[in-house]
C-alpha cells in the first residue's frame, strides 16, 4: 500500500510517501518533505510525490496526523484529505501526533518513561505519558490538559519531558516533532479506516457555539 502522511500539527510541518514492503515491518520511505516555512501544502505534497516518483492517483491511502496541537495546520491536512476522498476514493486515517512524537522519539534512540508535552494555549499543555522502549512505545496515561505548574513538576522530578517546543517552557526537555514518515509507519499497521467527513481533530476542550439571533426586520 502506497501512503501519503500529512503532518501539520506543529511549527515543523512534513508530507511522507511510505509504502508497504513484505520484507520490511516498517515499510519503505519513498520520500519526506519538511518545512518550517510557508511552503503550500500541496507545493510540499507535489515534491513528495515527485521524489517517491509517484502521481497523485497512485497514492491509496492519506494519513492525517489529528493532533493536538496547531489548529490550523491540522483542519488544513484533514481539508486536503477530505477533498481528496472524494475525487479519488481512497482510504483515510487520523492518527495522534502525540502517539507521533513518541513514535519518533523511539526512532531517534530514546529509552526511558516520557511525557509529551503540546502547546494548549491559554497558559495550558497536552500532556500524556508514553513508556518507549526497545522494542517500540506505549501509552501510561491518556491525553489531558494540565496548567503550566503541573509541566513544571514533572520537570523538577527530573522526569523526561519531549515536544515540538517544550524547550521554550522547560529548558530541559527535548524538542521533538512528529515526522509525516513516521505517521506512515504508524498507518501501516493500522486498518480503522475513517470516511473524510468524520475526520476531527483531537480537541479535548468542550467547544461551545453560541447562536446568532435572528435577522432583524426594519420597516
Same mark, same amino acid.
Given at each position: 500500500?502506497?501512503?501519503?502522511?500529512?503532518?501539520?500539527?506543529?511549527?515543523?510541518?512534513?508530507?511522507?510517501?511510505?509504502?508497504?514492503?513484505?520484507?520490511?515491518?516498517?515499510?519503505?520511505?519513498?520520500?519526506?518533505?519538511?518545512?518550517?516555512?510557508?511552503?503550500?501544502?500541496?507545493?510540499?505534497?507535489?515534491?513528495? &510525490?515527485?521524489?517517491?516518483? &509517484?502521481?497523485?492517483?497512485?497514492?491509496?491511502?492519506?494519513?492525517?496526523?489529528?493532533?493536538?496541537?496547531?489548529?490550523?495546520?491540522?483542519?488544513?491536512?484533514?481539508?486536503?484529505?477530505?477533498?481528496?476522498?472524494?475525487?479519488?476514493?481512497?482510504?483515510?486515517?487520523?492518527?495522534?501526533?502525540?502517539?507521533?512524537?513518541?513514535?519518533?522519539?523511539?526512532?531517534? /534512540?530514546?529509552?526511558?518513561?516520557?511525557?509529551?508535552?503540546?502547546?494548549?494555549?491559554?497558559?495550558?499543555?497536552?500532556?500524556?505519558?508514553?513508556?518507549?522502549?526497545?522494542?517500540?512505545?506505549?501509552?501510561?496515561?491518556?491525553?489531558?490538559?494540565?496548567?503550566?505548574?503541573?509541566?513544571?513538576?514533572?520537570?523538577?522530578?527530573?522526569?523526561?519531558?519531549?515536544?515540538?517546543?517544550?524547550?521554550?517552557?522547560?529548558?530541559?526537555?527535548?524538542?521533538?516533532?512528529?515526522?509525516?514518515?513516521?505517521?506512515?509507519?504508524?498507518? &501501516?499497521?493500522?486498518?480503522?479506516?475513517?470516511? /473524510?467527513?468524520?475526520?476531527?481533530?483531537?480537541? &479535548?476542550?468542550?467547544?461551545?457555539?453560541?447562536?446568532?439571533?435572528?435577522?432583524?426586520?426594519?420597516?
Amino acid at each position: 500500500m502506497k501512503i501519503l502522511a500529512l503532518e501539520f500539527s506543529s511549527p515543523q510541518r512534513s508530507v511522507a510517501v511510505v509504502q508497504r514492503d513484505a520484507s520490511q515491518p516498517k515499510g519503505i520511505a519513498l520520500s519526506e518533505i519538511i518545512e518550517s516555512g510557508n511552503t503550500a501544502p500541496f507545493q510540499m505534497i507535489d515534491d513528495a &510525490l515527485r521524489d517517491a516518483k &509517484l502521481e497523485r492517483e497512485q497514492i491509496e491511502c492519506i494519513a492525517v496526523g489529528i493532533g493536538p496541537g496547531s489548529y490550523t495546520g491540522i483542519r488544513s491536512a484533514i481539508s486536503i484529505a477530505q477533498g481528496w476522498q472524494l475525487a479519488r476514493n481512497i482510504k483515510i486515517l487520523g492518527l495522534s501526533s502525540a502517539e507521533c512524537i513518541a513514535a519518533q522519539a523511539h526512532t531517534e /534512540g530514546l529509552s526511558n518513561r516520557a511525557n509529551v508535552i503540546i502547546d494548549a494555549q491559554r497558559d495550558e499543555f497536552y500532556l500524556t505519558t508514553y513508556e518507549i522502549a526497545q522494542e517500540g512505545h506505549r501509552e501510561i496515561t491518556p491525553l489531558k490538559i494540565v496548567p503550566l505548574s503541573e509541566v513544571q513538576q514533572h520537570a523538577n522530578a527530573r522526569e523526561s519531558l519531549i515536544g515540538p517546543e517544550v524547550t521554550r517552557w522547560i529548558p530541559t526537555g527535548k524538542t521533538i516533532f512528529p515526522r509525516a514518515a513516521t505517521l506512515a509507519t504508524l498507518a &501501516l499497521n493500522r486498518t480503522d479506516y475513517i470516511a /473524510g467527513e468524520k475526520l476531527e481533530p483531537i480537541y &479535548l476542550r468542550e467547544t461551545k457555539f453560541v447562536k446568532a439571533p435572528p435577522p432583524r426586520t426594519f420597516s
